[in-house]
């Protein structure tokens, strides 16, 4: 079973910190994907990434994906308060993705 | 443009009834179909998964059935409901395993 921990679980900063939320496993994942989620809503896709040492920026947000497509990061710059939601990570297998267990995040204006 | 519609919206269901949650997608064929599960503020649990009409994977032993009788219909069930079937089901789309996930908006299913 392959497994993807995010850390940290929770994080709370105020408004214009930087901050990384991390995706770690102990398996290779052929393309890896991040997710924002809001209370009540569905997941919405960020971005993915498919090669190892790939990095993709969106604005304030920088994704990273491990040499070895086992590992991943997102760093917010500046976060703001619309920043505020569930972060989520998922590894691409075959014909599912496995997800991971979340990093919580609020930004307090 | 694709589109993903999911209802109901809310349901709050007895112990013991029956459970019937429609997924439908627009402006795609053929898609991979997804059911999951979530847990307040957690990740998202695989229940099922399909990859074309009538197939039908299963994740996880459980109280919860699929179907999918059209391309792009799929369809989350149950015969008598469990406390423990309590949670946000969220019903997901995909054209392969580079392309990521689109969402629906979930249901948020309470077992009384």
């Known amino acids: 079973t392959q497994l993807l921990e995010q850390s940290p679980q929770f994080l709370s900063i105020q408004e214009g910190e930087n901050l990384t939320v991390y995706c770690n496993s102990s398996?290779?994942?052929?393309?890896l994907q991040w997710y924002r989620q809001e209370p009540g809503e569905g997941p919405v896709l960020l971005v993915t990434?498919?090669?190892?040492?790939e990095v993709k920026k969106l604005k304030r947000l920088t994704f990273q994906f491990g040499d070895a497509r086992k590992d991943s990061s997102l760093h917010i710059t500046a976060a703001q308060p619309g920043d505020t939601g569930l972060y989520l990570c998922?590894?691409?297998?075959?014909?599912?993705?496995?997800f991971g267990t979340g990093t919580k995040l609020q930004v307090i204006p | 443009s694709q589109t993903i519609h999911q209802w109901p919206a809310t349901l709050v269901q007895p112990v013991g009834s029956p459970l019937s949650l429609e997924c439908t997608v627009e402006g795609t064929s053929n898609p991979n179909l997804y059911w999951y599960r979530q847990a307040a503020g957690r990740g998202l649990q695989l229940l099922f998964y399909s990859v074309g009409i009538g197939q039908i994977s299963s994740e996880v032993p459980q109280n919860l059935s699929a179907s999918r009788p059209q391309d792009r219909q799929f369809i989350l069930s149950s015969k008598k409901l469990l406390l423990s079937d309590s949670g946000f089901y969220l019903c997901?789309?995909?054209?392969?395993?580079?392309?990521?996930?689109?969402f629906g908006s979930g249901t948020r299913l309470t077992v009384v």
């Open positions: 997901a789309w995909s054209v392969g395993r580079y392309y990521g996930y689109t």
């Open positions: 998922a590894g691409g297998g075959y014909q599912k993705v496995t």
């Open positions: 398996s290779v994942f052929s393309s």
């Open positions: 990434v498919v090669t190892g040492g």
